[in-house]
């Protein structure tokens, strides 16, 4: 009873992650499998098979508060299933340590990029004219399937960045779109790996993937009210302070790893950074607020991210 009770608990806090923050279910839950000794295989799975109900849920809840472009959630959700599926078939038969490093640089610069533009209102990557056509999500989406499946996790961390960087949308917007398409890419990640390893099904930790539906179909709804209700730049630099934090330890973890004590020293102030600016970033969005009192709430963070 207690190991189903910690794996909801876990799938709760993984889930209010994600939901707020577009990203964090996968990689939290793959994580806590491959440490208890499940093969990767069984971990992207097993991973996958919560996430379908734990996305259902979310992606309604998002909807609901308006946080779904429909247009958007279409373009990411279809190449992504299709290469979830195939990166699913993949992973059974091959490892991609090496490749998930050298990704893990990739999502530490849209780490970075996503920090300054919210934290400290600066654009490293300028936004493109016509952000929002195929052309440009369709590739951000079949990126973010293959990356998800086979890597246990990374829909989010590769989506949500890339979605931040080439449109416009607020960061909540950005969330709900991205956790409602991740209901299809665990779908077909789900199908992917049925039809690639039966075998699968008799390493598949039963107990574990059901506490963390629990968990996570619980905290879905809250998750998707409280993105729908945080300020923007604060969420913004969240995000941000997020993915550099995961990727620059699976970087270090591939050079070969540092000294404890100074890993966790890095790791705090990591930390502390972000918190320091979130709450500046917080300050000045409620100054913003305050400045556009008598009009829309949403105009002026919409105004300002542009």
């Given at each position: 009873m207690w190991f189903f009770a910690a794996f909801a608990l876990a799938g709760g806090a993984a889930q209010m992650v994600d939901g707020t923050l577009g990203m964090g279910f996968g990689v939290t839950s793959a994580t806590i499998l491959l440490y208890m000794g499940v093969s990767a295989a069984a971990a992207s799975a097993a991973t996958h098979a919560a996430k379908i109900p734990t996305t259902f849920v979310s992606g309604i809840s998002h909807w609901r508060q308006g946080n779904v472009d429909v247009g958007t959630?279409?373009?990411?959700?279809?190449?992504?299933?299709?290469?979830?599926?195939?990166?699913?078939?993949?992973?059974?038969?091959?490892?991609?340590?090496?490749?998930?490093?050298?990704?893990?640089?990739?999502?530490?610069?849209?780490?970075?990029?996503?920090?300054v533009?919210?934290?400290?209102?600066?654009?490293?990557?300028?936004?493109?004219?016509?952000?929002?056509?195929?052309?440009?999500?369709?590739?951000?989406?079949?990126?973010?399937?293959?990356?998800?499946?086979?890597?246990?996790?990374?829909?989010?961390?590769?989506?949500?960045?890339?979605?931040?960087?080439?449109?416009?949308?607020?960061?909540a917007k950005v969330?709900?779109?991205?956790?409602?398409?991740?209901?299809?890419?665990?779908?077909?990640?789900?199908?992917?790996?049925?039809?690639g390893a039966e075998h699968l099904e008799d390493e598949m930790p039963w107990v574990a993937v059901l506490g963390l539906i629990v968990g996570g179909v619980i905290v879905a709804p809250f998750a998707a009210r409280l993105a729908g209700r945080l300020p923007h730049h604060v969420m913004g630099t969240l995000v941000g302070g997020l993915i550099i934090i995961v990727n620059s330890q699976v970087i270090l973890l591939a050079l070969g790893g540092i000294p404890a004590l100074f890993g966790w020293t890095m790791l705090a102030?990591?930390?502390?950074?972000?918190?320091?600016?979130?709450?500046?970033?917080?300050?000045?969005?409620?100054?913003?607020?305050?400045?556009?009192?008598?009009?829309?709430?949403?105009?002026?963070?919409?105004?300002?991210?542009?």
């Open positions: 959630f279409v373009r990411v959700a279809v190449p992504g299933a299709i290469t979830a599926f195939i990166g699913a078939v993949v992973l059974v038969n091959l490892s991609l340590a090496t490749a998930k490093a050298w990704m893990a640089a990739l999502l530490f610069f849209f780490g970075l990029v996503i920090f533009r919210f934290g400290f209102n600066y654009r490293l990557i300028p936004a493109p004219r016509g952000g929002h056509k195929a052309r440009w999500l369709s590739p951000i989406g079949a990126l973010g399937g293959f990356v998800d499946a086979t890597g246990g996790g990374g829909w989010g961390p590769v989506v949500t960045p890339s979605l931040m960087t080439v449109t416009k949308f607020p960061p969330v709900g779109s991205v956790n409602a398409a991740e209901f299809v890419v665990a779908l077909s990640a789900s199908a992917g790996f049925l039809t102030a990591a930390i502390v950074v972000t918190v320091v600016v979130a709450k500046r970033a917080y300050v000045h969005d409620l100054a913003e607020r305050a400045k556009h009192s008598h009009g829309d709430d949403d105009v002026p963070a919409l105004e300002h991210l542009q």
